[in-house]
């Protein structure tokens, strides 16, 4: 039998108070789209009190409608010594206009009397009196116990009364909140039990990863009887965030058999996770558990050769299930079985034994030995690759080039000149840019398009530089990482070399050779 767990993303309030993210309303609108579409429970879409970006927010929701997903507003119980109708924060949440209210009150004595300066007694009143006029004005009332589990810590009875007067008010829900993310899992189950054993109602857990135990924390409460978990895409939130829900999900299909979302929407988890991503601008976090792009890795050759032989020896779950794929890094910690993998996941079919595999190894090897490194340039290692397969000549070749800077009042120009052959065609072309690697991506660009129009789509999306060997401190070497995108696929090239301008020109190289080979492939 499976026992529904509901999922409460808090993204859109608690995970933009995290560090570098900001969402613009059409943002949240997406986000709130995608959730829906997910399949999770509730979407927690803002604080109307506290910004009047997410009362915007909110006047926008009104139009839509959601398939799976209920909106929530969020607030505050009333303000001390006034009505709960005379409170403007809470008048914001009934014209927010969503089904769903969720308000945080206070558990522990010490913030009752030193945050709120107020008695024990009008806390218990705020927290009554703001679920029933929720109540009477028709919504589904979700009551967050703020620090909770520090309150029960410090004064148990107390503790208990706050959440009693929300369930005794008619709240639908009462969440246990690790407000501070110190808990420990031990504590969290035990004070949940007490809880679960106290109410009737629904039990909600709300924890933070202060420790790195907010997911951890979530489910020892969900084991001890909640069943309403809260957290954020990413597991974003304020300072070290909030519990992830991203890994919440599939550990409670996957590993405690319970039902969260639509289990359709589980090979869905990746996407949802870079989605979020993009849409707050930030760098997907590779180590990312399930979702991160090296969660299903492979590097050191034991390991891949037994990989190759059982799949699931070395993964503890079928990385496609949630959406993943199995990645082989290629190091010089690999073994043949590496690049055999590597091949196969860019197309090509390749013997463990055969001689193409043994001159691969071997360049790869050298060329890792004087800084080269292919775990983030799939593109330059499919390039090798192929051409130690098919022995096909490149498609063009830069004869030569020509970069120089000049000062023109106070700005600095670079002009890079580039001849190119394609064929026995040649062009020779001359572009200016901010920088000399922009002016030569860009007359190399210009040399191409005239042979290759579709060059045109080809965006270069990052560009890395590091200098390694800099403890020999005299000639050290510099490595170049570009990401180019075609708008549909992405790929990584590599160049190597003491000089940045020829490594950078390297990569660029192999970057546009890329671009031809996925067109190819693709028409
Ligand atoms: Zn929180």
New binding site residues.
Partial sequence: MRSEIEIYD?TLR?GT?GHGISFSVADKLRIADRLDAFGVQYVEGGWPGSNPKDVEFFAEAKHRTFKHARLAAFGSTRRKDISAAADDQVQLLIAAGTPVVTIFGKTSPLHVREVLQTTLDENLAMIADTVRFLKAHGKFVVYDAEHCFDGFKEDTPYALATIHAAEQAGADIVTL?D?NGGSLPGEIAAITRVAREELRVRIGI?T?DDIGLGVANALAAIEAGATHV?GTINGY??RTG?CNITSVIPILHFKLKKRGVPVESLPLLTELSQFVDETANLRPNPRLPWVGATAFSHKGGTHVNAVQKVLSSYEHIDPGSVGNARHVLVSDLAGRGNIVMKAKELGFDLANDTAHLKTMLATIKDLEHKGYEFEAADGSLTLLIRRVLTGAPPPFTVDGYHVSMRSERGSSVCEATVKVRVGDQHAHTVAEGDGPVNALDAALRAALVTFYPHLQSVRLTDYKVRIIDSTTGTAATTRVLIQSSDGATEWGTIGVHENIVEASLQALVDSLECALINSAAGA
């Fill in positions: 808090t608690d108070q909140c407000t709300h933070h809260q939130g304020e909030n």
